[in-house]
């Protein structure tokens, strides 16, 4: 019986959420990580969920570490982002450590220590672009590794313990020819610039550095960076960040349905048009559910008849669907909820959702993913079985 199926899973989720609602409005305001939550989700063994039995850790699928982030994220946002994010990396280091004895250990640590692994891909110099690198490997005389990663945003950087880097492999290498290496905290030093305030999203402390790495060779992944992204590091931050949205989205829609519980226990009349702002809101949350579970199944059928190009249309217009399907639910739910969820504080007040549901358009901004498709998409059809 693995985790997932034994008593106890119930109980250690419930523990999860109860802290990250217990914190939330804090470190929204505070601007600060949930350090609660981080130091509850080691305590319950909900961080090495991904990593195989063979070591050390449940193995569990893609699905149910989504269902996660959607739980989390229905009580603290960022938590949840930072969660979602976490197990994508970790979902990297797992597909990519191959016959690597570093990268072995570094996946029973994972599991054994309950790391929590971050990414480094962009950097000032590149405008942010993930598939393209200035900074380099630069192999030192006596064998070691140097790397210097000027403006790099980076989420929850404090608090990592690991971080996967992108770079060119060498000096003489192209922008494109990438490589990752994972990093251990003791191996890098952090510079931050001047903290960002976001609107949303704050307590993922996502901010700029500059990095600077020593560490050996053998830390550097085998495969090009190029096949993380296409084979992992895609699909799977597309499907875990969309457990974050959906988590918000109910959330939100939750907090509407409450406020018109209330109001028709206090006796005030009917009101039919929010119960139809109410209908319309579940639409949305079930069409969002099925289009993630849609996304969720292709990924699942890793040897299904869809080509690369479907696959990674399926997963992009995912994000984008997600990005725009939280917010319309969290206004819908704002509308319900008219003044009551404008004020803070409050028992149905909704700012944190809206802001933090705005987050999703913009990190990894939409236009940039439409962009990308506009002309793949001419090329995929639209005629294709359920």
């Not at 929590?116 to 006596?142: H, K, M, N, Y």
């Not at 018109?260 to 639409?283: C, D, Q």
Request: glycine residues 8%; hydrophobic residues 45%; proline residues 5%.
């Amino acid at each position: 019986m693995n985790d997932a199926e034994s008593p106890s899973w119930s109980d250690r989720l419930d523990a999860m959420a109860a802290v990250a609602a217990q914190h939330a409005d804090a470190v929204d305001s505070e601007g600060r990580l949930p350090t609660e939550v981080l130091e509850t989700l080691r305590a319950q063994g909900l961080m090495g969920l991904l990593v195989p039995e063979r070591f050390g850790g449940p193995g569990l699928p893609l699905r149910t570490v989504v269902n996660v982030c959607r739980r989390l994220s229905e009580h603290c946002a960022a938590s949840g982002l930072i969660y979602a994010m976490h197990q994508s990396q970790s979902a990297v280091a797992i597909a990519h450590a191959q016959d690597s004895a570093w990268h072995q250990r570094l996946l029973t640590r994972m599991a054994a220590e309950q790391l929590l692994v971050a990414s480094a891909t962009t950097e000032g110099a590149t405008g942010g672009a993930i598939r393209s690198s200035v900074c380099f490997l630069d192999l030192q005389p006596d064998g070691r590794l140097n790397l210097r990663k000027n403006g790099a945003v980076i989420s929850y950087a404090p608090a990592a313990d690991v971080i996967l880097v992108s770079a060119r492999r060498a000096e003489d290498a192209a922008a494109s020819e990438q490589r990752l290496v994972a990093v251990l905290a003791e191996q890098y030093t952090l510079h931050p610039h001047a903290p960002w305030n976001p609107i949303g999203m704050r307590g993922a402390r996502t901010d700029r550095y500059d990095l600077q790495v020593c560490c050996a060779p053998e830390q550097v992944y085998a495969e090009p960076f190029s096949v993380h992204m296409s084979q992992t590091m895609l699909p799977t931050s597309h499907l875990l960040l969309g457990g974050v949205w959906l988590g918000i989205a109910v959330s939100a829609l939750g907090r509407a349905r409450a406020f018109l519980r209330h109001r028709n226990r206090g006796g005030a009349p009917l009101n039919p048009i929010a119960n139809l702002r109410l209908a319309e809101g579940e639409a949305l949350v079930q069409q969002f559910r099925g289009m993630l579970a849609a996304c969720m199944a292709l990924y699942e059928d890793a040897d299904g008849p869809e080509t690369a190009t479907e696959r990674m249309v399926s997963y992009n217009t995912l994000k984008v669907g997600a990005s725009e399907l939280v917010v319309r639910v969290t206004d819908i739910a704002l509308r319900i909820c008219g003044i009551q969820g404008y004020m803070e504080p409050g028992e149905f007040y909704l700012s944190r959702h809206i802001r933090d549901a705005h987050a999703a358009a913009v990190m990894v901004n939409d236009d940039r993913i439409l962009g990308s498709l506009s002309s793949v998409v001419l090329g995929v059809p639209l005629r294709r079985d359920l």
